[in-house]
């Protein structure tokens, strides 16, 4: 395995969640997963928080976004949430831009942040951990998920889990999710997706899988017809020339792509009051 696929699973893969009843891994168990050294491991994870908090601090920079940072719902102490995929996992993540931009501009507040989010999973998968919100017990839940359920079973095949059933599910999250916690809930969209690339990266084509931006949008609208309140992250990564939002899969941010997100989700938490409705 070359060292740049090796970095790309650590970015991407945090085995510790997506082995669940392996919780508790030691570092040195999880270096030897991607074939690593432990102090290899932990060198790359930290490269990673360096690049996020980088990006955080570069987003500080612009009063706007220092400003809505600010003005953000979580009161001091805290706890949020994140329940997603690889687009919320990845150590470049738009929430991990967030994690660093409260340690950055709200030090004294002392939110935690945890991201539970499991490359790969679908909404069938995350209802079966929704158990670990009794535990975590979060004031704040952000939620993005529903992009891997639209998968499809070859380039125009049928998707892993239907339309019907991402509805059904993202509604038993939502329920099951406030009845263990208490805590608010906030939607996020799926990211969109760059087709041109989906449809040519090798490694879909050669396992028989396709992706449909179409698919991204039927879920968005899903959540749009939802009560809670929903975080619009597909319209900021709809790929347009210029602009390298994708990586060569055509599906996974870059960091640049995250970074879109991030001011995007900061931006509408800003909007949200503190107070329960």
Known sequence: MTAELTAKLVRFQRPELSLPYLR????????????????????????????????????????????QVDRLPFAPGARVLALGESSTADRLSWFEILRYLLELRRPGDAITL???????????????????????????????LGANDAQRLGADGPRIVSAEETGRNLGLLHDEGVRRSGARWIWLTPTDMDEALTATFEPFQRVGIGWRAKDAEETAQLLRDRSEPVIDTLTVTRPRPGHRLFESDGVHLTPAGQVAVARSVVSALSTISRERR
């Open 24 to 67: 508790g891994l030691e570092d040195a168990a999880i270096a030897a997963l991607f074939g690593l050294r432990v102090d290899e491991y932990l060198s790359l994870c930290a490269d990673f928080a360096i690049e996020a908090r980088a990006a955080a601090a570069d987003l500080l920079t612009e009063p706007e976004v220092a400003s």
């Open 114 to 144: 945890t991201n539970l989010a499991v490359s790969g999973s679908t909404t069938t998968q995350a209802l079966k951990s929704i158990a670990a919100l009794s535990f975590q017990r979060p004031d704040w839940v952000l939620c993005q």
